[in-house]
């Protein structure tokens, strides 16, 4: 028995990559449930057996992945150390991700390329609302790194007026992290079509975004 529910674990992880790329590299409309059986290795008999239709898996992939493959990037805000340092070293680290984790790049085509026309399967929409959701998530976790209120502002050594401070210097966080947020969805979408197309993966690559975010 333990077996086989390891077993169909596997099946089902194996599915949900098989559909994460799929959806990838052909649209989440253009792909069928036999496609993703075939990339998988497995039967069509077996996506019925753990996901009903293509919305069920299309979430599936959304909520298997969306933690797990972006929450690397987002731990670098949560780190010690001043603001600047911290947002620079988040920014390299996601081009990092975008050009070498394909993981990373697939889930972010798949929800930032999403189509919303007439033509879509029905029930594909609501990945609108997970989408809207966590593109909100992500602004607001950026607009509280701005505002001084996460991480690293409290825990240090206790000098007044230190680098902690440094984040409740920005004129306006919203504006700032709208910002930030359309560079990420940008580099997203560019690392979609080409990563060899995204700016280094280094300092010199997020400068911009960085100058805008903090005064």
Not at 112 to 129: C, F, K, M, T, V
């Amino acid at each position: 028995m333990r077996r086989t529910a390891e077993e169909a674990a596997q099946t089902k992880a194996a599915l949900l990559e098989a559909a994460l790329f799929q959806f990838a590299e052909h649209g989440v409309a253009a792909t069928k449930l036999a496609d993703v059986a075939q990339r998988a290795g497995l039967t069509r008999g077996a996506v019925y057996h753990h996901f009903t239709d293509k919305t069920a898996l299309y979430a599936a992939v959304i909520a298997n992945s969306w933690d797990s493959v972006t929450a690397p990037v987002w731990a670098v805000l949560d780190s010690d150390g001043p603001v600047e340092d911290r947002l620079r070293e988040f920014l390299v680290a996601w081009l990092r991700r975008l050009r070498e984790d394909r993981h990373f790049r697939a889930l972010l085509t798949i929800t930032l390329n999403a189509s919303y026309g007439p033509d879509q399967p029905e029930g594909i929409s609501d990945g609108r609302a997970s989408k809207s959701y966590g593109l909100a998530d992500w602004l607001q976790r950026l607009e509280t790194f701005l505002a001084g209120k996460r991480g690293g502002d409290g825990g240090g050594s206790g000098a007044g007026d230190g680098a902690g401070h440094r984040g409740t210097h920005a004129d306006d966080p919203s504006g700032a992290a709208a910002g930030i947020l359309a560079w990420l969805c940008g580099t997203a979408l560019l690392a979609a079509t080409d990563p060899d197309l995204l700016p280094p993966s280094d300092a010199s690559g997020v400068a911009l975004p960085l100058r805008g975010a903090l005064p």
